[in-house]
């Protein structure tokens, strides 16, 4: 099979650079289960990402650090 790009994953990462990608190039999406294995699928709460620009990347990760660790805490107080 011949490609431009090869990407390995379909998850949003994955699927999002295809989108970007296949009006000039052409792509093919490899994945090592189903198309719908991964993280992406479970995500319901829509998809947080650094989109103000009063928002940061190191401000991105702290936040997800932090309501992790909540909702682990959470997860313990309730046994
Ligand atoms: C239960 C759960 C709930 C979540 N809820 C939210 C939420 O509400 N909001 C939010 O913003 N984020 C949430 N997240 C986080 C979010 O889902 C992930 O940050 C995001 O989906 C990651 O996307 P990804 O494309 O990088 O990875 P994935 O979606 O995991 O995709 C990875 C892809 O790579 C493939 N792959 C892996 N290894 C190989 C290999 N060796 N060879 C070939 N293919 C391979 C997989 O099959 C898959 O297709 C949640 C995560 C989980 C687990």
New binding site residues.
């Given amino acids: 099979m011949k490609c431009d790009v090869a990407i390995?994953?379909?998850?949003?990462?994955?699927?999002?650079v295809a989108l970007h990608l296949a009006e000039k190039k052409n792509v093919v999406v490899?994945?090592?289960?189903?198309?719908?294995?991964?993280?992406?699928?479970?995500?319901?709460?829509?998809?947080?990402?650094v989109l103000d620009s009063g928002d940061s990347h190191d401000q991105h990760i702290d936040d997800t650090l932090i309501a992790s660790s909540s909702s682990m805490a959470a997860k313990r107080s309730n046994g």
């Fill in positions: 390995i994953g379909s998850g949003l990462a994955g699927l999002s490899v994945s090592k289960g189903e198309l719908l294995d991964g993280a992406s699928n479970w995500a319901q709460g829509g998809i947080a990402a």
